[in-house]
């Protein structure tokens, strides 16, 4: 890649960004582009997708991050992009060009964090950034400039998890009021989220009898539900009482494979699934009127060595995985017909150098 002036960049981005907001621009659950954090290169490599299979092709974009990035995530209209650079205890913001799928540089980015910050969550209407800092127990919140995607840091942040240990992953609500954060063997704590995006401890759900720890986890689309794997070989699902963000944990958990490192649902809220590290699979659930999961024939599927985290794209057709073991992005397809619906297909792998985690924008 070519890499021209930051102004140059940036100017470019709202340009673009113009043209997308006076033209109406449309916005579909098409899959349009992945992006895939190489986290040896520190960089992001840009792909489309084939929208009929899936299949992601390279478009010899990349960019640079910080020290170490290991999460990375983007908005609902597929313009801006963030990722977590756990080394530099910083985040590297990013718009997308939504016709081209290039990346430009924010304002001002990279900007500082708590330390080793490791997961981040948009709330649903993009005003906030949230990010777990892991090495000092703490939540950095920031407000977006949804025109440049640059940041800025509210007041108050970052906010203390008041737990023992370190936030390992994040979720909001649909309704931008609750914050949900693993923190390991504390449990599940729930944050209310303050209209300026300040933080307050609402609840604290304890691990499951028998369960170490909440090491990842993830909201249905509606909100209802929450589900939260713990590293180790569970999958825990919890109702979620709407107005105040309190879980109530339903049945017992579930089996899933060997260490699951991350859980996702599918945008029409029909299926769990789980990236199982060691044992190179995933697996596939089924959700139940009540929340519950009921296993799908033939889980849990063979993909990838060492898969690390796990998406699905915004149609729900498709499953990706990113694998550390190949360094390479595996591509499952998912089955919509009536015979054993959720089940997954194993269509192709996309090559990648040390993927940590993937972006599917629309």
Not at 254 to 263: E, F, H, I, T
Request: aromatic share 6%; glycine share 10%; charged share 10%.
């Amino acid at each position: 890649m070519r890499f021209v002036k930051k102004s140059i960049l940036v100017l470019g981005f709202l340009v673009g960004s113009w043209l997308l907001i006076s033209c109406g621009a449309q916005i579909t659950n098409t899959p349009r582009f992945a992006f895939v954090l190489d986290n040896s290169t520190a960089s992001i490599s840009a792909f489309s997708v084939l929208k009929s299979t899936g299949v992601l092709s390279p478009l010899g974009e990349t960019v640079k991050t910080g020290g170490n990035p290991t999460a990375i995530t983007s908005d609902l209209h597929g313009r801006l992009m963030y990722v977590a650079n756990t080394d530099d205890g910083t985040v590297s913001a990013y718009g997308i060009d939504r016709g081209t799928g290039n990346i430009f540089v924010a304002p001002n980015s990279p900007f500082t964090t708590g330390s080793a910050p490791v997961s981040l969550a948009i709330d649903g209407k993009t005003r906030f950034l949230f990010v777990a800092n892991n090495g000092s127990e703490s939540i950095s919140v920031f407000s977006i400039h949804r025109t440049d995607a640059s940041l800025k840091q509210i007041s108050g942040s970052p906010f203390s998890t008041t737990t023992s240990t370190g936030p390992m992953s994040l979720a909001v609500d649909p309704s931008s009021k609750h914050l949900y954060v693993a923190t390991g063997t504390s449990g599940t704590v729930v944050f209310n989220i303050s209209s300026n995006g300040a933080l307050t401890v609402a609840s604290q759900e304890p691990v499951a009898t028998g369960i170490l720890s909440a090491s990842a986890l993830t909201l249905s689309p509606n909100g209802k539900f929450l589900y939260v794997v713990d590293g180790d070989s569970t999958v825990s699902a919890y109702a979620v009482d709407a107005a105040s963000g309190k879980l109530t944990l339903i049945g017992s958990p579930v089996l899933a494979g060997d260490q699951p490192d991350a859980v996702v649902v599918d945008p029409l809220g029909r299926h769990v699934y789980t990236a199982n590290q060691g044992s190179s699979d995933v697996s596939a659930y089924s959700i139940n009127a009540d929340g519950s999961l009921t296993e799908i024939s033939g889980s849990p599927f063979a993909g990838g060595n060492q898969p690390l985290a796990i998406t699905v794209d915004p149609s729900s057709r498709f499953v990706y995985t990113t694998n550390l073991g190949d360094q390479d992005v595996s591509v499952f397809t998912i089955n919509t017909g009536t015979t054993t619906p959720g089940a997954l297909s194993l269509i192709g792998s996309a090559t990648a150098s040390s993927p940590a985690s993937m972006t599917i924008t629309r």
